[in-house]
């Protein structure tokens, strides 16, 4: 069976501060992955989605980047974080035919 | 770009009670998907639509895709307080479907 994996679960980091979110996937070949923010009380932003290596799209222009150096992990950067940036990220992935299914998140709070 | 609404965005409603969750979109697509997502955790899928006249149901809820409207449905049976939690509808889009957009969700409230 498939499963998906995040961590930290949750982060505290200052203002100005990098950031680095990880994403794996378990139990699946060739997923696509995408990269999901919540704000408090929000629905879902697709930040940035994947369908290969190194094919990343970016959906919203900001200070994140992604990548993917292996085929079931994605990770989420920024080399500065705004206040802006506080929220729930989601990590999810899909095969073709398939619904997305969903990591258990990371809280991040930026003070 | 695609556009997904969802209404109501907040419903409480007394358990027993039957109630309609709608969420419409802007785009032809025939690839609709519902979740639930509890107070701070992730979200769970529900029900996958994949064709006109779709419905689908487990145990109190049921869903439903009208591609011609470009409206789905999920349906509440006499609800009950484990049935609290936001709802969300996303739409399939893009090459091999992709892309989902999602709805802002539905906070359902159901009080004892």
């Known amino acids: 069976s498939q499963t998906i994996h995040q961590w930290p679960a949750t982060l505290v980091q200052p203002v100005g501060s990098p950031l680095s979110l990880e994403c794996t996937v378990e139990?699946?070949?060739?997923?696509?992955l995408y990269w999901y923010r919540q704000a408090a009380g929000r629905g879902l932003q697709l930040l940035f989605y994947?369908?290969?290596?190194?094919?990343i799209s970016s959906e919203v222009p900001q200070n994140l980047s992604a990548s993917r150096p292996q085929d079931r992990q994605f990770i989420l950067s920024s080399k500065k974080l705004l206040l802006s940036d506080s929220g729930f990220y989601l990590c999810a992935w899909r095969t073709t035919g398939r619904e997305q299914y969903f990591g258990p998140g990371t809280r991040l709070t930026v003070t | 770009e695609l556009k997904v609404e969802q209404n109501p965005l907040f419903l409480s409603m007394q358990e027993g009670k039957n109630y309609t969750i709608y969420c419409n979109y802007s785009?032809?697509?025939?690839?609709l998907y519902w979740y639930r997502q509890d107070p701070g955790k992730s979200l769970e899928s529900l029900f996958v639509l994949l064709s006109n006249g779709a419905v689908k149901q487990e145990g109190r809820l049921m869903a439903s895709l009208d591609t011609k409207a470009r409206l789905s449905t999920l349906h509440i049976t006499a609800a009950v307080h484990d049935l609290s939690a936001t709802y969300f509808c996303a739409v399939g889009a893009g090459y091999n479907f992709n892309k989902f957009y999602f709805g802002s969700g539905t906070k359902l409230n159901v009080k004892p």
């Open positions: 785009t032809t697509s025939d690839r």
């Open positions: 994947s369908i290969g290596i190194d094919q």
């Open positions: 139990g699946t070949s060739n997923p696509n």
